[in-house]
């Protein structure tokens, strides 16, 4: 079994990212704004808090956008927000063949939009003809299969060589702050995100990208109980500042487990290995059907036994969960034999304890 999980940047690259982020933040504010703790309101003029509008300019900065904005519903809000803009009911979008997330399926469903599916995988070899039929594409950064392997920046590149006119929309939910660039910055028209997956306050989403797209989006959440206010705005920033280097710091501890699971060093281990499922995470393969039971032992021991916002800040212990619910519609098996592990802002240390002691308790329950 193998996987393909997206490139992740270091310690120092996150470092980079932590202080371009401040200095933007410099740029953008003076030493008094920054201390407030924002406003409230249709602010006249704006249509919004002027402290929510502030943050959404530096984001827009950050990631080298025309325009960001901050919506309700983290990135399922994020996601809906940009096709309710975009999208009339009923029409075509192109989608990557393997199962779609199922907040995202909601918002297909719903829509009454037909997907036309083609191979991501195998982008070079798909039929042109699909490309133009369609003026929408819905791309999803992190792996929705575990031999997904695409580069997102080369179907980018294909779609937008054969149809100049298409507007494609990123899920960058999972990936942002990991990756080096997103969607946006890999030449599509709009990322969608949630900051609750970044450390910030729940419920806020993120939109960055063509400044038509945003417009709309600010045109049709333009009442005050649709806005992110200011101090929900101001709150996802100063947080969003210490996503980089936490993140980079678990990728650090992932591939630590990683090694010494490989190496044979914890019994009942078959293989381990790095995937984005949907987070960037540990898939533990066991040569007995014990995943099941291993969950169940990990939860006593102080591992998370599902996630809240994956990775948010209410995540501090390693979570030991059930394989992704796309992958498992991929293959089902995988239910009984194989677990997926985040170490959260856990040591590798913790989560190799929590893991071996798991599979004892288990295999001497057997032994009885």
Same mark, same amino acid.
């Not at 992190?142 to 298409?166: A, C, T």
């Not at 949630?194 to 417009?215: D, M, R």
């Given at each position: 079994?193998?996987?393909?999980?997206?490139?992740?940047?270091?310690?120092?690259?996150?470092?980079?990212?932590?202080?371009?982020?401040?200095?933007?933040?410099?740029?953008?504010?003076?030493?008094?704004?920054?201390?407030?703790?924002?406003?409230?309101?249709? #602010?006249?003029?704006?249509?919004?808090?002027?402290? $929510?509008?502030?943050?959404?300019?530096? !984001?827009?900065?950050?990631?080298?956008?025309?325009?960001?904005?901050?919506?309700?519903?983290?990135?399922?809000?994020?996601?809906?927000?940009?096709?309710?803009? #975009?999208?009339?009911? $009923?029409?075509?979008?192109?989608?990557?063949?393997?199962?779609?997330?199922? &907040? &995202?399926?909601?918002?297909?469903? +719903?829509?009454? /939009?037909? &997907?036309?599916?083609?191979?991501?995988?195998?982008?070079?070899?798909?039929?042109?003809?699909?490309?133009?039929?369609?003026?929408?594409?819905?791309?999803?950064?992190?792996?929705?299969?575990?031999?997904?392997?695409?580069?997102?920046?080369?179907?980018?590149?294909?779609?937008?060589?054969?149809?100049?006119?298409?507007?494609?929309?990123?899920?960058?939910?999972?990936?942002?702050?990991?990756?080096?660039?997103?969607?946006?910055?890999?030449?599509?028209?709009? +990322?969608?995100?949630? !900051?609750?997956?970044?450390?910030?306050?729940?419920?806020?989403?993120?939109?960055?990208?063509?400044?038509?797209?945003?417009?709309?989006?600010?045109?049709?959440?333009?009442?005050?109980?649709?806005?992110?206010?200011?101090?929900?705005?101001?709150?996802?920033?100063? +947080?969003? #500042?210490?996503?980089?280097?936490?993140?980079?710091?678990?990728?650090?501890?992932?591939?630590?487990?990683?090694?010494?699971?490989?190496?044979?060093?914890?019994?009942?281990?078959?293989?381990?290995?790095?995937?984005?499922?949907?987070?960037?995470?540990?898939?533990?393969?066991?040569?007995?059907?014990?995943?099941?039971?291993?969950?169940?032992?990990? &939860?006593?021991?102080?591992?998370?036994?599902?996630?809240?916002?994956?990775?948010?800040?209410?995540? #501090?212990?390693?979570?030991?969960?059930?394989? +992704?619910? $796309?992958?498992?519609?991929?293959?089902?098996?995988?239910?009984?034999?194989?677990?997926?592990?985040?170490?959260?802002?856990?040591?590798?240390? $913790?989560?190799?304890?929590?893991?071996?002691?798991?599979?004892?308790?288990? /295999?001497?329950?057997?032994?009885?």
């Amino acid at each position: 079994m193998k996987a393909y999980p997206i490139r992740t940047v270091d310690i120092e690259k996150a470092k980079e990212m932590q202080f371009k982020l401040v200095d933007i933040i410099h740029q953008n504010f003076d030493g008094n704004e920054f201390f407030q703790g924002g406003d409230l309101g249709v #602010v006249p003029g704006i249509g919004q808090p002027k402290y $929510t509008r502030k943050v959404e300019n530096v !984001l827009a900065q950050f990631f080298g956008a025309e325009d960001a904005v901050l919506v309700r519903g983290s990135g399922t809000g994020a996601i809906r927000n940009v096709m309710n803009s #975009v999208l009339k009911p $009923t029409q075509k979008i192109l989608i990557h063949d393997a199962p779609i997330y199922p &907040t &995202t399926k909601i918002i297909v469903e +719903s829509m009454g /939009l037909e &997907t036309l599916k083609v191979d991501f995988n195998n982008i070079l070899e798909e039929d042109k003809e699909k490309f133009k039929a369609v003026d929408f594409a819905l791309i999803q950064h992190s792996r929705q299969k575990l031999d997904d392997k695409y580069d997102l920046e080369v179907v980018i590149k294909k779609i937008k060589d054969v149809n100049k006119g298409i507007t494609i929309l990123i899920d960058d939910n999972y990936v942002v702050m990991k990756a080096e660039k997103i969607g946006i910055e890999l030449g599509a028209d709009v +990322s969608a995100f949630s !900051l609750f997956k970044l450390l910030g306050p729940q419920g806020v989403g993120c939109v960055v990208g063509k400044k038509n797209i945003i417009e709309e989006i600010r045109r049709i959440n333009y009442s005050g109980g649709s806005q992110v206010q200011g101090h929900e705005a101001m709150d996802a920033l100063r +947080s969003l #500042v210490y996503a980089p280097v936490s993140l980079a710091i678990q990728a650090q501890e992932i591939n630590k487990v990683i090694e010494i699971l490989n190496a044979g060093r914890v019994e009942g281990v078959k293989s381990a290995f790095i995937a984005n499922a949907q987070s960037r995470v540990i898939l533990v393969e066991f040569e007995e059907p014990i995943a099941k039971k291993v969950l169940e032992n990990s &939860t006593k021991l102080g591992a998370a036994p599902y996630p809240i916002g994956a990775e948010s800040r209410y995540e #501090v212990t390693a979570m030991f969960y059930r394989v +992704s619910g $796309t992958f498992l519609k991929s293959d089902p098996k995988l239910e009984d034999y194989m677990i997926r592990i985040n170490p959260m802002r856990s040591g590798s240390n $913790t989560v190799l304890r929590v893991l071996e002691e798991s599979i004892k308790r288990v /295999l001497k329950e057997g032994e009885k």
